[in-house]
């Protein structure tokens, strides 16, 4: 069993800047990829940012690329969501999730993970 907790969420301005953190327990975490996804009200959850599991690779939605970015400290078992350039549309519930040995084009999928965070809300205001 893995256990997950976000952290950081917020309001900020849009232009604003806030870190999500993501702090894994319960397994080997240096063995699990990380993804983080948003869901807004009355939308799906969304893919936003992945890194696998040796944090070789890194993924990111078109709609974040150049604004967010995604880090992982092995150390502290944690994953960081930094994001930049906040836009009003980024407003949304961020969970973090997490499977074992996920790569490439597999990180996108949030049917894939096997365990989730509870969520953290981030609203930008315009």
């Known amino acids: 069993q893995v256990q997950l907790d976000e952290s950081g969420g917020g309001l900020v301005q849009a232009g604003g800047s806030l870190r999500l953190s993501c702090a894994a327990s319960g397994r080997t975490f240096g063995t699990y990829s990380m993804g983080w996804f948003r869901q807004a009200p009355g939308k799906e959850r969304e893919f936003v940012a992945a890194?696998?599991?040796?944090?070789?690779?890194?993924a990111y939605a078109d709609s974040v690329k150049g604004r967010f970015t995604i880090s992982r400290d092995s150390a502290k078992n944690t994953v960081y969501l930094l994001m930049n350039s906040l836009k009003p549309e980024d407003t949304a519930v961020y969970y973090c999730a997490t499977r074992q040995w996920l790569s490439g084009q597999s990180m996108r999928e949030p049917t894939l993970y096997d365990y989730w965070g509870q969520g953290t809300q981030v609203t930008v205001s315009s």
């Open positions: 890194t696998s599991w040796s944090g070789a690779s890194t």
